[in-house]
């Protein structure tokens, strides 16, 4: 077999000059980007409410009644989606590493307020309807996850760590959109079934962080 075989053998799409024309991994990000878009406009909308002066309803009263949690949950959650999924951009990132460090703190930022805020809003807001104990402990324990992986990331990063700083933004950055993924686990049950009990909505509220987690595990090893 000669060389000029064994190099048609993986063929590259190459410009006239010489530059690779292959699809840039933008693909990734894009997706990310339409999944935070979800708990987005949500928060979006929930910010109208308060600012605009909405009626007071059972099921908002105790955002009028304590607002800084709820408006700091909705825009740290909002900028860590959206701003985040750059940094899974591999060509970007490597081409503005400057850009990468300075968003990467600023992601940490925002995470740690939106795990932390999203943990006082489960403890101290009051229990709306159809919300259990399992639901509860489920937001506790994936809050506590997500803020631990900020930590253990941006410690990894310090140590020059590179492979466990990736691993721990990754798992991180997989709880912090899971909210767009929930959307989806809850939306064929309500099609299909009707309203949500305490147990069904728990369990596919948790099948959003499952989810996003297992795609997280799979993009770590794959690395």
């Not at 985040?84 to 490597?94: D, H, M, N, S, V």
Request: with cysteine.
């Amino acid at each position: 077999m000669t060389e000029s075989s064994v190099r048609g053998a993986n063929p590259q799409k190459v410009r006239p000059g010489g530059r690779d024309t292959k699809v840039p991994g933008w693909m990734g990000p894009t997706g990310l980007i339409l999944l935070s878009v979800i708990p987005v406009v949500a928060g979006a909308l929930r910010l109208g409410e308060l600012a605009g002066g909405a009626a007071v309803t059972p099921a908002n009263a105790r955002f009028f009644a304590t607002p800084l949690p709820v408006v700091a949950h909705i825009i740290g959650a909002s900028l860590y989606g959206i701003v985040g999924a750059f940094q899974f951009a591999k060509r970007f990132r490597r081409r503005r590493p400057g850009w990468h460090r300075m968003a990467g703190r600023i992601l940490v930022a925002c995470g740690l307020v939106a795990a932390l805020s999203g943990l006082w809003m489960t403890l101290f807001y009051p229990r709306p309807e159809g919300d259990g104990d399992l639901l509860e402990a489920f937001r506790l324990v994936f809050g506590t996850a997500m803020a631990a992986s900020l930590v253990l990331g941006f410690a990894a990063v310090r140590r020059r760590d590179l492979r466990r700083h990736r691993a721990w933004m990754i798992r991180a950055y997989a709880i912090g959109v899971a909210a767009g993924t929930q959307a989806f686990t809850q939306l064929p049950w309500m099609l299909l079934v009707g309203p949500l009990g305490e147990i069904p909505r728990a369990l596919l509220v948790a099948a959003g962080w499952v989810i996003n987690l297992a795609v997280a595990e799979w993009i770590i090893r794959r690395r």
